[in-house]
């Protein structure tokens, strides 16, 4: 079965650094895709990025990007000039298959607090 | 251009009761999953629908819980006789297609509180 780990409960980061959340995962598929979801307090799951296994070249979406390393089973989130609006939990997310195997599977979250 | 739309947001049900929750998904969208959230946790699998379908039901329990999505209107969650331990966020998400690549849109969730 696919796991999702995301060991850091909680981070924080001063308003306008950087920031890396870590996520690990456990899988025996060879394609799958990886996403990192943001929760705010509204509770509405935002899709932040995504990155699909077989594509090398790491996914970006303008202050966030990720590092996304195959064979040792690991995606982290890095969040550039963090802001205020950055401060929510952020899920990492695992989805291989088609059909009935779509669903994804989450990691337990990080909340990430962000400092004025 | 709508998005994911769950309603209630917030539902308050006594032991024993029936809970209904309801998402219509984004226009255009024949494809509905549905997910739990239990405090400080990740959202969990509940079960996956196609129009007038059930593909996927290995994240919801066998008794209680039923979920459809018929042709017309919205999906829905049923749980019977709830119990303190139903108490939690239920989250839907729908999507286009079911590649793995197609981007889930979550609606705001249902907040299920057994009292």
């Known amino acids: 079965a696919q796991t999702v780990t995301q060991s850091q409960p909680e981070m924080s980061v001063q308003e306008a650094e950087t920031v890396t959340l870590s996520c690990t995962y456990d899988?025996?598929?060879?394609?799958?895709?990886l996403f990192w979801y943001k929760q705010p307090p509204s509770r509405q799951m935002i899709l932040v990025i995504r990155q699909e296994a077989y594509k090398q070249q790491n996914a970006t979406e303008n202050r966030f990007s990720v590092n996304f390393q195959k064979a040792a089973k690991s995606f982290s989130l890095k969040i550039s000039d963090s802001q205020l609006g950055d401060a929510a939990m952020y899920f990492c997310?695992?989805?291989?298959?088609?059909?009935?195997?779509?669903?994804?599977?989450f990691g337990k979250g990080i909340t990430l607090s962000v400092r004025p | 251009n709508a998005g994911v739309m769950q309603n209630p947001r917030h539902l308050v049900r006594r032991r024993g009761q029936e809970a209904r929750l309801r998402c219509s998904p984004v226009?255009?969208?024949?494809?509905v999953y549905w997910y739990r959230q239990l405090p400080e946790e990740g959202l969990k699998f509940m079960v996956y629908?196609?129009?007038?379908?059930?593909?996927?039901e290995s994240g919801m329990p066998k008794e209680r819980f039923s979920a459809e999505f018929p042709k017309e209107g919205p999906s829905i969650l049923r749980i019977q006789q709830v119990v303190r331990g139903d108490s939690a966020a239920y989250f839907c998400a729908s999507s286009p297609g079911r590649e793995m690549g197609t981007e889930a849109f979550f609606g705001q969730g249902t907040r299920l509180t057994v009292v």
């Open positions: 629908l196609q129009k007038e379908n059930i593909i996927d």
């Open positions: 997310a695992y989805r291989s298959g088609s059909g009935a195997n779509s669903k994804l599977t």
């Open positions: 226009k255009g969208h024949s494809h």
């Open positions: 899988t025996s598929e060879s394609d799958y895709y």
